[in-house]
């Protein structure tokens, strides 16, 4: 997974509750069709690492998210069976309606289980404060987190992520990074916690490994592995830092 800058403006909260109002407004009127527009385009600003600093740390933002996407569902649920009882819909006209149900739908389940879940497990482990750059790095380790939990039903005995970044400025021989660096280093054997460093990029690994377990539990190994890893902090705060992240 490589990591990019973003070209994308910010959306403002402002913007974003616009939409979701409009949505309301439109599921009022029944027309299926603006509702389903309105929360199409409000997912779609919030995707990456734009509308992740959109969120990032605004519980205010994501309560009131939360309020109108509870609203938008019970609206969509209400029309859809209206829908199923009606039997004066012409075929074409009520194949259409179910088309925007399921668009709506579809984004309203994505902005309560991908945008605003994404956003509360970044603000998780980037902590409060942190700098854009260290966001984008951590939300793109969400997502290796995320892409390995939807494999572990596959086999959940061992998992493990390599976070690679570069020009992060940091030098080992610094007191505060020695100190950090102390031991993580030299494992031969790349263990969990081991760091590999060339001279513009470090290496940080985290593994996860039980025969005996449930599902989730070796994303949550690692996941509080990278929370507690102060020398990953530091180089992902560094705003001209670039980064990869392998599962």
């Not at 409009?22 to 029944?30: F, I, N, V």
Request: include cysteine.
């Amino acid at each position: 997974m490589l990591s990019r800058p973003t070209r994308r403006a910010t959306p403002t909260a402002k913007e974003i509750l616009a939409l979701l109002d409009a949505a309301l407004e439109a599921g009022m009127k029944s027309d299926i069709d603006q509702l389903a527009l309105a929360v199409t385009t409000a997912d779609k600003l919030l995707r990456g690492d734009a509308g992740q600093f959109c969120m990032a740390d605004n519980h205010q933002l994501v309560a009131a998210m939360t309020s109108r996407i509870d609203q938008l569902d019970a609206i969509v649920d209400a029309y859809e069976l209206t829908l199923e009882k009606s039997a004066s819909l012409q075929t074409e006209t009520s194949e259409h309606a179910l088309q925007e149900i399921i668009r709506a739908k579809d984004a309203i389940w994505e902005l309560r289980n991908d945008r605003i879940r994404t956003a509360r497990l970044v603000d998780a482990l980037a902590g409060q404060g942190a700098s854009s750059s260290a966001r984008s790095g951590y939300f793109s380790i969400q997502q290796a987190f995320s892409g390995l939990d939807r494999l572990e039903v596959r086999g959940r005995d061992s998992a493990g992520i390599h976070v690679l970044v570069s020009n992060h400025g940091l030098k080992p021989t610094d007191k505060n990074v020695k100190a950090l660096l102390a031991n993580r280093s030299e494992d031969a054997l790349f263990m969990s916690g081991s760091v590999r460093m060339t001279e513009n990029a470090w290496s940080f690994v985290y593994k996860a490994a039980a025969e005996i377990g449930e599902l989730g539990d070796n994303t949550r190994v690692m996941r509080n592995a990278v929370m507690a890893d102060d020398l990953l902090d530091a180089t992902l705060q560094v705003f001209t830092c670039s980064f990869q992240i392998m599962a």
